[in-house]
């Protein structure tokens, strides 16, 4: 799925759409760069899985667990991971593979690690189209 957003309540919205048909066990990673608007979008995912709560990134302590919505949120920013084995000192695992819903900034710095089977979301920017605009591609990534 490719999607075009040109402002920030667009791109949360895309999120909040996805958030509402997420199932326990998905994994969405998100790749794009610094203010691409991955937060925008976990923060639109979080309200579609009925998150109460203000969702931030959780850039210096990794992971936020957000559990008021329908299914638990595990909220991943590994921009600061050095190795992908640094994942295992928070139990990244138990979250991945437990009761309830991934979602990962900065994936693909962890990437050698992830679930054989997530969806992963790029957010582009385009300045030519725009301070706001941003290219959104959504695909099923299985490996094996």
Known sequence: MNTETFSAKETFALGEKLGQAAKVGDVYTLVG???????????????G????EPVNSPTFTILQVYDTGRLPLFHFDVY???????????????????????????????????????????IGKDPEKGFNYRRITVDDVREG
């Open 80 to 122: 600061r991971i050095e190795d992908a084995d640094e994942m295992d000192e928070i139990g990244w695992e138990d979250c991945v593979y437990g009761d309830g819903v991934s979602i990962i900034e900065w994936a693909d710095r962890i990437r050698e690690i992830l679930p054989e089977s997530c969806r992963e979301i790029r």
């Open 33 to 47: 760069d610094l203010g691409a608007g991955k937060t925008v979008f976990t923060q639109g995912f979080a309200r």
């Open 49 to 52: 899985l009925g998150v109460t």
